[in-house]
């Protein structure tokens, strides 16, 4: 796995950013790791609403692994952006998203009713750097 900053004009990563839920703006940053053919994996995205937010798709599951695609967005977060916290906001029908959010260390924080569509709510959860499973070594087996 090979992790590319995000540059908007290489057609691999725009064509990919275009399937995320994000918008681009002209201080919007991230990172895509892609394989050793260059096809994307996944994608980290930033929006500077706030330092922490971000958005993350991942559509192979290599991404999952310690070290990967999760494990370089914690990193960047809590070392490089100096945070210690990171929050997600994910539908409720998203299932598989919250239960492998749950395995990797996050914690639910608030429920926004209506907060996607008016009859789907938004789960808010919340991962402090010593719950997150990928980055802290003594609890990758855990997130295994």
């Known amino acids: 796995m090979i992790f590319e900053p995000f540059n908007p004009l290489l057609k691999r990563h725009a064509d990919y950013f275009q399937s995320m839920p994000c918008q681009l703006c002209n201080d919007t940053r991230g990172f895509m790791a892609v394989d050793k053919n260059l096809k994307v ?48 906001m994910i539908r409720e029908s998203n299932v598989e998203s919250l239960k492998v959010s749950y395995k990797l260390g996050y914690k639910f924080e608030y429920k926004i009713k209506g907060g996607f569509y008016e009859d789907e709510d938004l789960i808010m959860l919340r991962m402090d750097k010593e719950d997150c499973k990928l980055y802290n070594p003594a609890l990758i087996k855990e997130a295994a």
């Open 41 to 88: 994996m996944g994608a980290v995205i930033f929006e500077q609403f706030t330092p922490n937010a971000a958005t993350i798709q991942i559509t192979n599951p290599m991404c999952l692994r310690p070290d990967g695609l999760i494990t370089e967005a914690a990193y960047f977060i809590y070392d490089i952006c100096g945070r210690s916290t990171i929050f997600a």
